[in-house]
Each structure stands twice: as C-alpha cells, then as structure tokens.
C-alpha cells in the first residue's frame, strides 16, 4: 500500500513565523503535491514537483515555497506565517505521468496561525 | 477552467438507498477521477474513468463519463452509513505540467 505521511495532524503557530510542513511517500513516486483545503473552496493546488529539485508554482503559491531535496520528501515552507494560511494542508504523490494517474493522499495538517 | 463543478452540494440519504453525484467540467480531459474524503482526513482515491471510457464499475461504485456534454456522475448502490463523507471529482489533462483539478465536493449523508 501507498503510504504518504506528513509531520504533524495540527499544528499552532503565530504570525510571522516560519512554518515547514513536512511530507514523505514510500512509493517511489515521481510527482508530488502540496493543496490548501477550505471550506467553500475545496482544494487549490500550491506548489507540485515533478522530480528532485524540480518544482513548479500551482494556483495559489504566494507566500508558499517548497523544497525536494530528495524523491520521497516534499517540504512546504510558510516564510512568514499569517492569519490568512490557517487552513488544512494536504500533500500528495503519484506515479509519472502528470495528471494521468491517482493521487494518494496524507492524511493532512491543519495549520492555524494566531 | 477545466474545474469539475459537483452537483449536488449536499445529499442526504436513508441507508439502503442509491445515492447519485454529479460532476460538469468546462474543457476536454484524460481522464476523471472521483475521491472520497472522511472528516478531517486526508482524500482516498475511488475510482478513474480516461476520456476513451464511458462507464467503470467498483464494487458497489458505478461511474459514467458524458465527453460530449462534459460531465460525470458517481452512483453509490445500496448506500451504508460508513459511505458518510465528502466526495470530489477531480479532471486530468495530458500535456506538459498537467495536474489534477479538483472540485469543491459534494456533501453526502447516510442516515442509519
């Protein structure tokens, strides 16, 4: 089975802090994902990596950057944590082929920020 | 934009009883996917459809796929209350940097 684990299921933090969001998969996948979920808006793609240090910008990327260093760790950093990032983060992997394939999914970090 | 839109928002049902969703789409797609999410967890994969397909069976899930009028439906037969739970449509399209789009999920109730 696909597993995609991430750092923490909640998390606190206070504006202005630098928050890192961590996300490991053990399947060898290529592609990995990084969505905020809120409600009414269900979920909007931040950042996704295609390979090691390769990354790509989705709809929403400000005040977001990420970092794969490695091909099973994908890493989203809040540089500057506001008020306006408190929502449920979901990271996600697939096999190659953008787009074509399932995702797996952890199983989320809801992030507050105060 | 190719986001799915679901239909309906909210579905409530008697256990036993099917329950049917509605996915639209604007642009043309690889492939649709339907995931399920529990309350504050992450989203499991159900079911893909590719755009070549008209209809796909899981279990008590039956998925169709409309490409002319852009648009999918999900049917849960013999609904039970563990089926409680949000449920999204996702499109993918083939191409460089494609990703999937999802909507903003139906809502879907099984009362015991």
């Known amino acids: 089975d696909v597993k995609v684990t991430q750092s923490s299921r909640y998390l606190v933090k206070r504006t202005g802090e630098k928050v890192f969001l961590e996300c490991v998969q053990d399947?060898?996948?290529?592609?990995m994902f990084w969505y905020r979920q809120d409600p009414g808006l269900g979920l909007r793609l931040i950042y996704f990596s295609y390979d090691v240090k390769m990354k790509e910008k989705g709809d929403i990327p400000e005040g977001y950057s990420v970092s794969r260093e490695k091909k099973e760790r994908f890493s989203l950093i809040l540089e500057s944590a506001s008020t306006n990032q408190t929502s449920m983060y979901l990271c996600?992997?697939?096999?190659?082929?953008?787009?074509?394939?399932?995702?797996?999914f952890g199983p989320g970090t809801r992030l507050t920020v105060t | 934009s190719q986001q799915g839109e679901e239909d309906p928002q909210a579905l409530s049902i008697q256990e036993g009883e099917n329950a049917t969703m509605n996915c639209s789409y604007k642009t043309s797609i690889n492939n649709l996917q339907w995931y399920r999410q529990n309350s504050g967890r992450g989203l499991v994969h159900l079911i893909l459809?590719?755009?070549?397909?008209r209809e796909k069976h899981s279990g008590r899930l039956r998925v169709t796929l409309d490409t002319s009028k852009k648009s999918s439906s999900l049917l849960i037969t013999a609904s039970r209350a563990a089926d409680t739970a949000s449920y999204f449509c996702?499109?993918?399209?083939?191409?460089?940097?494609?990703?999937?789009?999802f909507g903003k999920g139906i809502t879907l109730s099984v009362r015991p």
């Open positions: 996600a992997s697939s096999d190659a082929g953008l787009g074509t394939y399932e995702q797996y």
């Open positions: 459809i590719r755009s070549n397909e």
């Open positions: 399947m060898d996948h290529e592609n």
């Open positions: 996702a499109t993918g399209i083939t191409g460089a940097n494609s990703k999937l789009t």
